[in-house]
């Protein structure tokens, strides 16, 4: 079936270095993708989306990049902090509506 | 502004036993979604409503009931917990129309003895 995937299950990286987020997605008619974080105890939060009609999204400190020739999709994070540790979900929407969600990827920040 | 609120946030249940488990938001979404995340898995959704009086089935539906007869509410039903239920099960909502975010709960977190 289609499925949306990460490259890495963990990713360590030193206070105020960028980290990068990795993500594979298999359903080429897939037109929305979204990031969420999730922090111990707590539900996923809204990060940034990206339609499928645009290769770049800049927020706060966080970018977006999608990659339609080979269905990747990336998070980057600016000036990694340490409050930014987190478990991070790429999604992305079928159907208009339905969200399939990839296993995630563990960040540690290291003081 | 509340956003999506989930009660309980902990329950513990023996094999056989029923629950409901409650959702509700107050941002006039008409999506609502339940998940249920499993240890190092992503989540996977049970069922979904595009509005009030009208669900549907997600990836994984069998052994849960939804109903959505408000807006605002969207409770999710075990008719017969089993072990394989232990989960920590999430409520979402987004606005209508596609390609919009979801907003979660921060979850119930069920145990099945």
């Known amino acids: ?111 | 502004n509340a956003g999506v609120t989930q009660t309980p946030k902990f329950q513990v249940l023996k094999t056989g036993q029923s629950m409901t488990l409650q959702c509700a938001q107050d941002m006039n979404h008409e999506y609502m979604s339940w998940y249920r995340q499993d240890p190092g898995m992503g989540l996977r959704l049970i069922h979904y409503s595009v509005g009030a009086g009208i669900t549907d089935q997600g990836e994984v539906p069998n052994g849960y009931n939804v109903s959505r007869s408000t807006t605002e509410d969207f409770p999710l039903r075990l008719l017969s917990a089993a072990p394989s239920q232990t989960s920590v099960y999430f409520c979402a909502s987004s606005m209508g129309g596609d390609n919009q975010p979801q907003h979660f709960g921060d979850g119930t977190r069920l145990s099945i003895l």
């Open chain 1, 1 to 111: 079936g289609e499925s949306v995937g990460l490259h890495l299950p963990t990713l360590s990286v030193q206070e105020g270095d960028n980290s990068i987020i990795n993500c594979a997605y298999s359903n080429s008619a897939s037109d929305y993708f979204i990031w969420y974080k999730q922090e111990s105890g707590k539900g996923p939060q809204f990060i940034i989306d990206i339609r499928s009609n645009m290769d770049k999204r800049q927020g706060q400190r966080v970018t977006v990049l999608l990659n339609k020739t080979v269905k990747h999709l990336s998070l980057q994070i600016a000036a990694t902090q340490p409050g930014d540790s987190a478990v991070y979900f790429c999604a992305e929407n079928t159907e208009g509506f339905k969200t399939i969600f990839g296993a995630g990827t563990r960040l540690f920040v290291k003081a």
